[in-house]
Every structure is written in structure tokens, then in C-alpha cells.
């Protein structure tokens, strides 16, 4: 069994300030980890992966995260948010023994200020 | 352009009556998937399919229906049996290879009128 939670419904942080969007898993076999941003009214784009490589992971738009096996955990950061970071980020789990199969969290809101 | 073409973007169905969401990709794509996605909240996996003329149930399939006739298209039906159909419907493509990048659609609205 896997599952994962976002432990933050909403981030609010001002343009430029950094950004840190939190996830924890639990997952009975070796999972990959990914991290999928979604903007309003449309589909979901991968902004990362880890699948037992390297342990920080660096995504599209300067977005990275860590993947820490001791705290199970998969935190995504940015060192300066953009206004158009605005978006729905999902944390996913997929455990490599189960194919594809995607377990999503909840979902985390970030808002940007000006 | 290679992706996934979902069809149609909004859509209404009237109470008692089937609907169907086409869901098309040209990624050479041996899996493809739908999931619904209720306003602020994750996604939930309908229905999957990793090979042509085969499919399997995922964890809310009640009310719904689904094909593989080709492997380019993953059609879904939402049923008159779905009590609760007004959603976000995302459909999906892979490859079958483990942890590999699962590509999304833009989704389609499905309101009941």
C-alpha cells in the first residue's frame, strides 16, 4: 500500500521569497516520487522525477526537491517564487512494483503576491 | 504536435443520460488512463488500460465505462448510473516501463444540467 499527504492545503508567499511545498509518503517498496503542477482549468505537467538516482532532483522553472528516505519525505522548493508560479502542485507516488500506478495527494495551492 | 487531445473541453449532460469523453494520443503509448478530479482536490483513477482490448477497474469505476479498441484512443462513458458526475475528467498515457512519466491531457468539464 502507498499513500501520500501534502501537509499544506495553501502556500502564500510574496514574488521573490522562496517556496516550500511539503510532502510525505509512505510506500511499502522502493517508490518514485513526482512532483506535477497544475494551472486553472487544465491537465497536470511533470515539473520533476526521482526514481532512485540522485536524491536532489532539479525540475523545469528552477523548482527542485529532495528526496529523503529517513523522514520519508519529497519537500519541492524554488528560491524565488514568480507570479506565474501560481498553480495547483501535486505530490505522487508510484511504488516500482506496481507499474504505473499513481497514488496523488491532495493537492497544495500556492499563491504569489505581488 | 505529440500528445494527448481530449475532447470535448466542456460538456452537459442531462439527468438519465449517457455521455462520452474522447480521450486520443499519438505518444505511441502502450497505457493510458482517466481520472476524475473533484473541485480542490487530488485525482482519483476511474479506469486504466495497459494493452489494446484490455482494461482494468480502478478505485471509483461505479458509473462508468470504458473501451480500448485501438491503441490510440481510450474513450470514456459516463453512465446514467454515475449519481454524481460533475467533475474534471483528465485523461492519461505511459509507457508500461515502471516509473515512467505518466502525460496528461487538458481535460474536460462534465456538468449535470
Known amino acids: 500500500a502507498q499513500s501520500v499527504t501534502q501537509l499544506d492545503s495553501h502556500v502564500s508567499v510574496s514574488e521573490g521569497t522562496p517556496v516550500l511545498l511539503r510532502c510525505n509518503y509512505s510506500s511499502s517498496y522502493s517508490p518514485s516520487l513526482f512532483w506535477y503542477v497544475q494551472h486553472p482549468n487544465k491537465g497536470l505537467q511533470l515539473l520533476l522525477k526521482?526514481?532512485?538516482?540522485?536524491?536532489l532532483v532539479k525540475g523545469i522553472n528552477g523548482f527542485e526537491a529532495e528526496f529523503k528516505k529517513s523522514e520519508t519525505s519529497f519537500h519541492l522548493t524554488k528560491p524565488s517564487a514568480h507570479m506565474s508560479d501560481a498553480a495547483e502542485y501535486f505530490c505522487?507516488?508510484?511504488?516500482?512494483?506496481?507499474?504505473?500506478?499513481?497514488?496523488f495527494g491532495g493537492g497544495t495551492r500556492l499563491m504569489v503576491k505581488p | 504536435d505529440g500528445g494527448i487531445t481530449q475532447s470535448p473541453k466542456y460538456l452537459f449532460r442531462k439527468e438519465g443520460q449517457n455521455v462520452t469523453l474522447s480521450c486520443e494520443q499519438n505518444l505511441n503509448h502502450d497505457a493510458m488512463y482517466w481520472y476524475r478530479q473533484d473541485p480542490g482536490q487530488g485525482l482519483r483513477l476511474i479506469y486504466y488500460s495497459q494493452i489494446v482490448n484490455d482494461f482494468q477497474k480502478g478505485d471509483i469505476a461505479e458509473g462508468y465505462s470504458v473501451s480500448r479498441e485501438k491503441k490510440e484512443s481510450f474513450p470514456l462513458t459516463v453512465t446514467s448510473a454515475q449519481k454524481n458526475p460533475t467533475a474534471f475528467y483528465l485523461c492519461?498515457?505511459?509507457?508500461?516501463?515502471?516509473?515512467?512519466?505518466?502525460?496528461f491531457g487538458e481535460g474536460s468539464w462534465l456538468t449535470v444540467v
Open positions: 505522487v507516488v508510484s511504488a516500482n512494483n506496481a507499474g504505473n500506478m499513481l497514488t
Open positions: 526521482y526514481t532512485s538516482a540522485a536524491t
Open positions: 492519461a498515457s505511459s509507457t508500461t516501463t515502471v516509473a515512467n512519466t505518466i502525460y
